[in-house]
């Protein structure tokens, strides 16, 4: 009678690892840098997010994260606000001749199961006309608006410029 008992034990205790090995597969890595934690809403998944700390003398910044779309469906960011800055614009940074250049972006198709990428060099969020600049370990609120998940408000916090080569 005990061996059964035993064996159910065993049993019991694998199938609970497993039951918490599926668990830690589906969620998102978690990273280990700041505003690596998932924001939700909806079909939308928010990772990686943060600001660059602001260059002395200068009231500008960019916002940088990663969008999922669980969707079957496609999906648009159509913009972003702050309220840390007179103006915010989706931008991307392109490469021509050579010569880098910085232009706006109407909105960005995320598409159906897929993901885009907002990093140092290509999409990110411009901010501009700040009336402080930026410190890092503070928090900026971000409103990202989205065509059918609507408004997603989230913390993100302020990093070092530095951060941005190791991520090049």
């Known amino acids: 009678m005990e061996r059964r008992h035993i064996g ?3 049993l019991a205790v ?3 690892g497993l039951a918490i090995f599926a668990i830690l597969a589906v969620l998102p890595p978690a990273g280990n840098q700041e505003g690596s934690r ?3 809403a909806g079909q939308v998944v928010i990772t990686d997010y943060w600001v660059a700390a602001s260059i002395p003398g200068q009231m500008r910044s960019a916002a940088y994260l990663t969008i999922r779309n669980a969707a079957d469906a496609e999906e648009r960011l159509l913009g972003a606000a702050t309220p840390a800055a007179g103006m915010t614009h989706l931008h991307r940074t392109v490469v021509e001749d050579g010569i880098s250049r910085m232009g706006g972006v109407d909105a960005v198709i995320l598409p159906p199961q897929g993901e885009v990428r907002f990093a140092p060099g290509g999409l990110h969020i411009m901010l501009m006309a700040m009336p402080e600049p930026f410190a890092e370990g503070e928090t900026v609120p971000l409103t990202l608006s989205f065509l ?3 408004e997603i408000t989230f913390d993100a916090p302020v990093r070092n410029r530095a951060d941005m080569l190791e991520m090049e």
Do not use: D, Y
């Open 14 to 16: 694998v199938l609970v």
């Open 8 to 10: 159910f034990a065993i």
């Open 148 to 150: 059918e998940s609507g």
């Open 38 to 40: 998932a924001v939700v």
